[in-house]
């Protein structure tokens, strides 16, 4: 089953949050893989090109321990990472400790611990907002932003060779159609942007794609990558919330 019908079938059930395969049981492991994802920056350089969060006020949906929030906090004025899982909110607040304009609470994509119109950017990266079935999250997003404010919703590109062969491979079911199509349906504007994933070695590199794809398919990712770095696709999908009483 793919993300997307995952998060469908799970809304439908009212479950809140759904286990996160990778960060949830080794985050030491995906620790390397934040480490080693997009090393030249070329995520960054389209969020930066979308919005200046200078002076503005952040959110970080499903931040998981915290990686990118210092990024944030480094001219933000306020940065909130909201994570469901305890463990990873207690890792993330140690990251953050000394960073006075960084908190991070307990909380789901559709529940969003915060005041109405209280901030400026919502951020997710490859974190709920999988497709159909993400209705409750965009509806709390656009609650708490304020007029103007800018979603932006960072995921994989299954499209993009090779790291989307083996997504693919690992979810036959994923309907790259039906996704693209609810975004679009839904207001977005996607952009896709090719990174750079570097490793500091083999064993490094091996252990991020057995936490990322099912044993059969993560055998073949090791032996197709040759060296230690592979191009990997990602899809920036933004919306900006009205100004006005009414979405157009």
Known sequence: MSRARERLAAVRRGVDTLPSPNIWHWPDVYEIENTAQDVDGDVWRMLAGLVDWTGQDVVDIGCGDGFHLPRFAATARRVVGVEPHLPLVRRARARVLELATVEVLTGSAQRLPLPDASVDLVHARTAYFFGPGCEPGLAEA?????????????DLDVRHKPYGDWMRADMPGYDTVEVDTFFDLTGFTARQVETVWRFADRADLAAVLRIEFSARVAARAIAEVVGLSLPVGYRVLHRRKPTGLLRP
């Open 142 to 154: 656009d609650r708490v932003l304020r007029p103007g404010g800018l979603l932006v919703i960072v």
